[in-house]
């Protein structure tokens, strides 16, 4: 059955061979330069309306520019009296600060906080998991760092350029860097109307 070929199938391979047979070649070197000439008329119509569209869009993106422009200039002063309030502000609740884990000035127009933010790290614990000890690691069907653990108890070693020493050691820790040192971090929240 699959030897004999159904009707339907010898008019699909003819109907296939006739497209085939009817489709346009190039067959010498004059049909090459002609379709390069082809070529090279679409490329001056897609540069056309290249232009077109430049062209139109042109006089809307000289207001964009100078919208941009002036934003940037006006923006520039309110940044920099920002800056001034935020230095006074941070002048007077600094030292209040400094004598406290957090600190909080709730004000009707806004609150002021410092707020103690953990050390960051990167780790690595596939390093981790050949140098830690065993106390260090938890055990499942797999190895795992107890990651919590072990920052805790490095959170108060030396660290030099993002690398943590080991205070016994001298030895800089495998498998693990500080990517941001422990900080204060320093907050405004305005209070919002209700409308």
């Given amino acids: 059955m699959d030897q004999i070929k159904s009707q339907e199938q010898l008019e699909l391979e003819q109907a296939m061979q006739l497209a085939t047979d009817d489709r346009f070649t190039l067959t010498d070197d004059g049909d090459v330069t002609w379709a390069l000439g082809k070529l090279e008329e679409i490329e001056e119509k897609r540069l056309n309306n290249q232009k077109i569209v430049e062209e139109a869009i042109y006089p809307h ?5 100078q919208a941009k422009e002036w934003l940037a200039k006006t923006n520039q002063k309110l940044n920099e009296s920002r800056d001034y309030y935020i230095g006074l502000i941070r002048e007077y609740t600094d030292p209040k600060q400094a ?3 957090t600190y909080k000035l709730p004000t009707p127009n806004g609150n002021i906080s410092y707020a103690k933010k953990q050390a960051e790290y990167k ?9 830690l000890p065993d106390e260090f690691i938890k055990t499942e069907t797999i190895k795992k760092v107890k990651w919590g653990e072990y920052k805790k108890h490095i959170k108060d070693y030396p660290v030099k350029d993002g690398k943590i020493i080991d205070p016994e050691t001298g030895e800089m820790l495998q498998g693990v860097e500080q990517t941001k040192p422990a900080r204060r971090e320093f907050t405004i929240k305005p209070v919002k109307e209700d409308k």
């Fill in 99 to 101: 004598k406290k884990q």
């Fill in 61 to 65: 993106q000289l207001k964009i520019n």
């Fill in 123 to 131: 780790h690595d614990d596939k390093k981790l998991l050949e140098v």
